[in-house]
């Protein structure tokens, strides 16, 4: 399908679930589309310095360092444990060199936050690394990591100003998303991890109880270590509701 030899050079061409060659730039795409909007709202006196600052950093690294196991990764090394098997065996991949990444990203944006107690920043920095893991699990299908995205962030919009932090990935995911759930582009791992870190942290941001976060923590902890026994896929076949989200709008 495709036969520019700059792009097969990128790596930027994977197979999909049905074995089809597909381009892996949903994440750039996103970064790149939320970018002019993130100044738009700050010089609009719509969001501070700070976490004008924070949203920016978090696009560049998370982004970045997806992109590098999009175009570099092993596909000997799959999942948490391929991933930390191979370190163990003294061999550095890709994909634990995005693990530190968004490791270090959560910890260094929610330790910076004076107002929170230890054991929140802890917790708050569990859900983060988690949720960017687990929308990256899901993107195994067109749409299905977006779905859960919109899904989530749509039940968040209670507090008043969280609307903004959303807004500059929804307003280029609108024109990006037909495309996915077609089959022609894919998210990939700089996609979903930035859609999984954001959604992490805006909804660490918009729950106030402790025990409410020690709930989604132990959940996605759990949505984690399920993944590396089950399959999602086939335990969304299974559900019927569950499955007709997956395939709405294929």
Same mark, same amino acid.
């Given at each position: 399908m495709f036969k520019n030899e700059k792009i097969k050079e990128l790596q930027l061409l994977k197979e999909n679930y049905r074995?089809?060659?597909?381009l892996v730039i949903g994440g750039l795409l996103l970064a790149a589309g939320s970018l002019p909007?993130?100044?738009?709202?700050?010089?609009?006196?719509?969001?501070?310095?700070?976490?004008?600052?924070?949203?920016?950093?978090? %696009?560049?690294?998370?982004?970045?360092?997806?992109?590098?196991?999009?175009i570099?990764?092993?596909?000997? *090394?799959?999942?948490? +444990?391929?991933?930390f098997g191979s370190l163990m065996e003294g061999k550095l991949t890709t994909g634990i060199i995005k693990v530190i990444a968004i490791s270090f990203t959560a910890l260094l944006i %929610?330790? *910076? !936050? !004076?107002?929170? *107690?230890?054991? !929140?920043?802890?917790?708050? *920095?569990?859900?983060?690394?988690l949720m960017s893991n687990f929308l990256n699990l899901l993107d195994l299908r067109p749409g299905r990591s977006i779905k859960f995205f919109l899904i989530i962030s749509f039940s968040i919009l209670k507090r008043a100003d969280n609307w903004l932090y959303f807004l500059p990935y929804y307003l280029p995911m609108l024109p990006y998303l037909p495309f996915e759930l077609r089959g022609l582009v894919m998210l990939g791992d700089a996609?979903?991890?930035?859609l999984g870190f954001v959604l992490g942290y805006n909804l660490v941001n918009s729950i106030i109880s402790l025990e409410a976060k020690y709930l989604v923590l132990l959940a996605l902890l759990f949505l984690t270590l399920l993944s590396e026994r089950h399959s999602y896929t086939s335990i969304i076949e299974k559900n019927r509701v569950?499955?007709?989200?997956?395939?709405?709008? +294929?």
């Open positions: 074995g089809e060659t597909v909007f993130w100044f738009f709202l700050f010089w609009s006196g719509q969001v501070n310095k700070a976490d004008f600052n924070k949203y920016i950093f978090i %696009v560049l690294i998370i982004t970045t360092t997806g992109l590098l196991d999009d570099a990764g092993s596909k000997n *090394s799959k999942g948490l +444990r391929g991933h %929610v330790f *910076s !936050e !004076e107002a929170l *107690s230890l054991q !929140e920043k802890i917790i708050n *920095s569990g859900i983060i690394i996609g979903a991890n930035l569950l499955k007709w989200l997956d395939n709405l709008g +294929r």
